[in-house]
């Protein structure tokens, strides 16, 4: 398994963010880690010897990584706490959450825990266990699992492979590689019962996706986190969250029987883009997905699209699935968007992931700029996005006086340059602050709802919803999210993408005694956690938030 290599042209100013930078901070702060992660954790059936030797090839591309970029990790001097460290940090004072209601509901299969689906939290150690939190064990559930695809941006393979039986549970790992003379080597380094696929890439940018189909004798689980397959992405050094969507899908008697949903159909797109084999992918149509189909699968594959394609990717997409699913709406709507990164955002990225969350297929926001003289450049945020859009990232005191300090940000990351410059819309971001108290966050999350007191929409009388959320990869960027632009040769309005991402559109049923307004996002509650403290605080003017490499 590897990470994008950092001598690979550099991303342009609208980019995610300095994507080899970051994962070498990380990674550094993950091998760091590893001094706490106790050693039996490890398999008990497994030789040490033969795990380094057939994982070499991501250390060896670490070393790589970790030289090349030294004087710029030199600015960071972090060291990640440990265990010890840890367990002597007071508890947290905060009170249970409720268990989530309507989509976790009894099951009358117990083989199928979570027949309807569910979003989680992560459990982090020196928290206590609550209704909406859920191990990477729990997950996996390595006693029944047969077949594992995952994928990720950043892997930990000892943690890994400790994490399921390798005697039993075969292994489809979806990973980034340099060139074919990397593929072929990181094939020739591992045991038969895992196999790997490439994901192609298109230029600069990242295999960023997180998506897990694990299959088991009765059911197959469709699983897309927020973090990454490391040890401190789920919890176990008690510094960072992430959030988990997961559903339980029971084996049809009959493939024939096999109904495709909206969710069914992007889901086994992503993976035949991304390289999985078309066996496999084939081999959904063996489950039920009917209880999918009040559910969207949004994501981003890199390169330029055109024409339908177009309207698969990006915040193209998340308008088309908005509007599939019967969510799109023309009255103002309440948009929160906590992330871990941002990239170097402008006010016509926001306002596109406005329209799409209306339901706006992109071209509303394109026809706008395309058309507007240069002279008529936006000057900021318009009144409605600074009343109705709230980008949630920690302020550097945040991340100061959180349980691992700075030295547990190394994948919180937006520049000073961007953030500085005039174009970036400081304006809509808020402090993210953990409802876990000294907790950071790596979780990608969107909550939408209908503004207080807006009429309601005349196309969607029967419409029984309240609002949706967003859960997965994408942080907020041009990178995750894509620009719409126009095709030098055709002329024609072109989706273009930098990075793999895939997320989950949940919807929340309306209820008559839930919350409406913009602070307390009760709609939500049951159904989807809610990370962050709201409304969060708005920045003071002479506030910043926490920087790469600070």
Not at 161 to 174: C, G, I, Y
Not at 340 to 352: M, P
Request: with cysteine.
């Amino acid at each position: 398994m590897a990470e994008p290599d950092p001598a690979s042209p550099g991303l342009g100013s609208d980019a995610d963010d300095d994507e080899a930078l970051r994962a070498a901070i990380a990674l550094s702060l993950q091998d760091q880690q590893q001094d706490s992660i106790s050693l039996a954790t490890k398999p008990a059936h497994q030789d040490p010897q033969q795990s380094e030797t057939a994982f070499s090839l991501l250390s060896l591309n670490r070393r790589k990584m970790e030289e090349e970029r030294l004087a710029r990790m030199a600015r960071k001097r972090a060291r990640s706490p440990s265990d010890d460290e840890v367990v002597e940090v007071p508890p947290p004072r905060k009170k249970s959450i409720p268990a989530p209601s309507h989509l976790n509901a009894t099951c009358t299969d117990s083989m199928l825990p979570y027949p309807n689906g569910t979003v989680k939290r992560t459990w982090v150690r020196g928290y206590p266990r609550t209704g909406d939190d859920i191990k990477i064990e729990e997950v996996l559930q390595k006693d029944k699992l047969l077949l594992a695809m995952l994928s990720s941006y950043q892997w930990d393979d000892d943690w890994i492979l400790s994490k399921v039986d390798t005697t039993k549970t075969r292994l489809l790992l979806a990973a980034f590689a340099s060139d074919d003379r990397q593929k072929e080597a990181m094939r020739a380094n591992v045991p038969p019962h895992i196999r790997f696929c490439f994901p192609r890439m298109h230029g600069p940018g990242s295999m960023h996706s997180k998506l897990q189909i694990l299959k088991f004798a009765h059911y197959l689980r469709v699983v897309v986190p927020t973090g990454n397959l490391v040890p401190y992405d789920w919890g176990e050094t008690g510094v960072m969250e992430n959030m988990v969507f997961l559903i339980d899908l029971p084996r049809l008697d009959k493939a024939e029987d096999h109904k495709p949903t909206t969710f069914s159909l992007e889901l086994q797109h992503f993976l035949r883009a991304m390289g999985v084999e078309e066996k496999m992918v084939d081999s959904l149509s063996g489950y039920d997905f009917s209880k999918t189909a009040s559910l969207g699968f949004v994501h981003t594959r890199p390169g330029g699209h055109m024409d339908e394609s177009l309207k698969r990717v990006g915040y193209c997409g998340l308008g088309a699935t908005v509007a599939a699913l019967g969510l799109a709406t023309t009255v103002p709507i309440e948009v929160d968007v906590a992330c871990a990164s941002l990239g170097s955002i402008k006010c016509d990225l926001v306002e596109a992931m406005y329209n799409a969350c209306q339901g706006d297929d992109g071209m509303k926001e394109y026809t706008e700029r395309t058309s507007r003289k240069p002279r008529d450049k936006h000057p900021g945020p318009s009144q409605l996005l600074k009343d109705r859009f709230r980008i949630y990232f920690p302020a550097n005191q945040t991340v100061c006086d959180s349980r691992g300090g700075k030295a547990a940000a190394g994948t919180i990351c937006v520049q000073a340059k961007w953030w500085r410059s005039p174009d970036f819309p400081t304006e809509l971001v808020r402090d993210c602050v953990n409802t876990r108290e000294g907790l950071l966050m790596h979780s990608k999350v969107i909550f939408v709802r209908k503004a207080e007191g807006s009429t309601a929409n005349p196309h969607s009388h029967s419409n029984p919803w309240a609002g949706w959320a967003y859960v997965g990869s994408a942080n907020l960027s041009e990178s995750a999210w894509g620009r719409l632009v126009k095709d030098k040769k055709s002329g024609k309005a072109k989706m273009s993408c930098r990075n793999w991402e895939c997320g989950v559109l949940v919807p929340v049923h309306r209820s008559s005694n839930q919350g409406s307004n913009a602070g307390d996002l009760g709609v939500f509650q049951g159904t989807v956690p809610i990370p962050m403290q709201v409304p969060g605080r708005a920045y003071r003017s002479d506030e910043e938030p926490f920087y790469d490499g600070a």
